[in-house]
């Protein structure tokens, strides 16, 4: 079955440090991929999404992502976290099906 | 442009009640989903629509699950007898399938079940 995984449940940082957040997905073709952000009391926001073509996609807020073919891989990463960044962060990926497949997303605490 | 609105936005009901939640697409937007997130779990589709017609209903969780779309324009999701288990947050997505692949989110409706 078509799944998402996102291992990192909870990850706390401080402001002004790097983040990454992983997310793998399983099947073997290449699917759509998108990462949404959800912050307190607020709707799911697109962050960036990948379709086809360069593998470093830039977002919103200063977010990136790659994606890595080999590893089924799409990380999402910022150089620099701040304090308005905590929130819930959720992988998304699409295949031919028109439906979003999420995985259980990471929730992001940053420390001043 | 308005972006997707839900209607309530929270709502909590007695077991075996009987809830309805609203969805407005963005305007324009032939296609409109439902998603819901229990608590601790992931996102989960429940169902599809292009335009009033269902495209795919396999995400819905049982009969108690009703989800309307007349007139191809706002959406409704009733649920009748509530149980517990219904509780958690529901979302509508909307997309222009010609002009996006991106599905828009709304803020969501937080359903509680006592």
């Known amino acids: 079955a078509q799944s998402v995984t996102q291992p990192d449940i909870h990850i706390t940082v401080s402001e002004g440090a790097s983040l990454e957040l992983r997310c793998n997905y399983s099947y073997g073709a290449t699917p759509y991929l998108f990462w949404y952000v959800q912050s307190p009391g607020q709707g799911l926001q697109l962050l960036l999404k990948y379709f086809s073509g360069d593998t470093l996609v830039q977002g919103i807020k200063g977010f990136e992502a790659e994606f890595k073919r080999s590893q089924s891989s799409f990380n999402l990463r910022k150089p620099s976290v701040h304090w308005s960044d905590a929130a819930e962060y959720f992988c998304a990926v699409e295949f031919d099906t028109d439906k979003l497949i999420f995985g259980t997303g990471t929730r992001l605490q940053v420390f001043p | 442009e308005a972006g997707v609105t839900q209607f309530p936005s929270h709502s909590v009901i007695e077991k075996g009640q009987t809830v309805t939640l609203r969805c407005d697409p963005i305007?324009?937007?032939?296609?409109l989903y439902w998603y819901r997130r229990v608590m601790g779990k992931e996102i989960k589709f429940l169902l599809h629509f292009v335009k009033e017609s269902k495209q795919d209903e396999s995400g819905m969780p049982n009969n108690r699950f009703l989800a309307e779309r007349t007139g191809g324009t706002y959406s409704t999701l009733k649920v009748q007898p509530a149980e517990l288990e219904d509780s958690g947050v529901y979302f509508c997505?909307?997309?222009?399938?010609?002009?996006?692949?991106?599905?828009?989110f709304g803020p969501g409706t937080r359903l509680t079940v006592l």
């Open positions: 305007s324009g937007h032939d296609n």
């Open positions: 997505a909307s997309r222009n399938r010609l002009a996006t692949d991106t599905q828009y």
